[in-house]
């Protein structure tokens, strides 16, 4: 309970002549915000890399006390600050950095806020500067004991909708005043990235390569609704610090404090079927049966990998589950199943970018997974 103190008035009036006057929010004192984005590899889409997806998304910030001013009659420890829930930042391309639509000021020397950030898709996370139903924040008495839960997030399995293609991406706690007033944001990848890859073999001595095209595939019963728990690590059992700056009106270093965070997705509460046809027509071989081309569209296989499509998954178990590949070698139509679980795989995971690279030719077809961190190139493959 926050203690406020009555001073009589005649003791005030001799104050005057020397009261030091602490001025809360100066002129140029608005927080900023930077991003930092670890191991991530995702744009627009889910088959793009680099940074224009958290571009295009943009992240909302939920700011918190860290302080008691004993000159207010409020309480600002864990409190929303200024209004800073579920605050849209947007990305300016033309000056290529971060801002909010109006300006917001630190609340003075010393005075320190938690920081908690998403970046989803903005339908998902509701309008800016309102209560969101799918993300709540509890800043706890340190960021070690601080969680942020993230419920019902569904990955859309309708490609006319846009398929599953937006991304979820929550930030690193962090604690500061204005010794700094950059907030700097690192982002981390919450689903996993799956590709599929189609390939051919090459034609052997004189023989004719034979043209194989790719129309579909679809995978059953797979995780796409869940709730994430964002936290410290179990074994964390302090803050740790990052940074450095000189707060303004001292001479003190100051160092913001950032808590890495893991994430832990409960069990899934939805599982739907994922299917993606190729929607760009070919000239499929003549004499192809009608049944096997009711529209001309197909990805015409070579010797160099393809990719046929990219998904932002559910991170889930993959245990058992199948994906059927409708595809076509010269003027048949041929429908092939292969097991997802291959080898020690058994779990698409968060920030794990999972490439299945399938060959189809005559007499050989084979089916090769591998697996590696979104920006991490070291694979780790799967051989038959």
């Not at 700094?180 to 034609?203: C, M, R």
């Amino acid at each position: 309970m926050k203690k406020i103190l009555f001073v009589a008035l005649a003791a005030t009036l001799l104050a005057a002549g020397c009261q030091k006057t602490e001025i809360i929010n100066p002129v140029g004192n608005a927080i900023g915000f930077s991003t930092g984005l670890n191991k991530l590899t995702k744009a627009s889409d889910a088959d793009s890399t680099g940074t224009v997806n958290l571009q295009e998304q943009n992240f909302r910030v939920w700011a918190y006390g860290a302080y008691e001013d004993p000159n207010t009659t409020t309480e600002e420890q864990n409190a929303i600050y200024d209004g800073i829930e579920n605050l849209a930042v947007n990305y300016a391309a033309a000056t290529t950095s971060w801002g909010t639509a109006q300006e917001y000021y630190w609340p003075g020397v010393e005075k320190e806020l938690k920081f908690f950030a998403v970046s989803a898709d903005a339908a998902f996370l509701g309008t800016s500067g309102a209560t969101s139903t799918s993300v709540a924040v509890t800043p706890g008495e340190t960021l070690a004991a601080a969680t942020m839960t993230i419920t019902d997030f569904v990955v859309e399995n309708d490609v006319t909708k846009g398929g599953p293609n937006a991304d979820l991406m929550v930030a690193d706690f962090v604690q500061q005043h204005q010794g700094d007033k950059v907030v700097d944001l690192t982002f981390h990848h919450a689903l996993s990235k799956v590709e599929f890859v189609f390939k051919t073999l090459a034609a052997t001595g004189t023989e004719t390569a034979p043209q194989v095209y790719v129309q579909s595939l679809s995978v059953a019963n797979l995780a796409n609704k869940g709730t994430l728990t964002v936290a410290a690590p179990a074994a964390a059992t302090a803050d740790e610090t990052t940074g450095e700056g000189t707060d303004e009106g001292t001479t003190q270093s100051y160092q913001a404090t950032v808590q890495p965070v893991a994430l832990e997705w409960g069990t899934p509460t939805g599982t739907v079927a994922f299917t993606d046809d190729w929607n760009k027509e070919v000239t499929l071989p003549e004499g192809v049966d009608a049944t096997a081309a009711t529209d001309n569209k197909a990805m015409l296989l070579t010797v160099e990998p393809q990719t046929f499509t990219t998904w932002l998954m559910l991170p889930q178990s993959i245990d058992g589950k199948k994906v059927s590949i409708t595809y076509i070698i010269n003027k048949r139509q041929f429908t092939s199943i292969f097991a997802l679980d291959k080898d020690n795989l058994k779990v698409w995971d968060d920030n794990q970018h999972i490439k299945y690279t399938v060959t189809l030719a005559p007499n050989v077809i084979s089916f090769n997974p591998s697996v590696q961190d979104w920006a991490n190139p070291t694979d780790r493959e799967y051989q038959n």
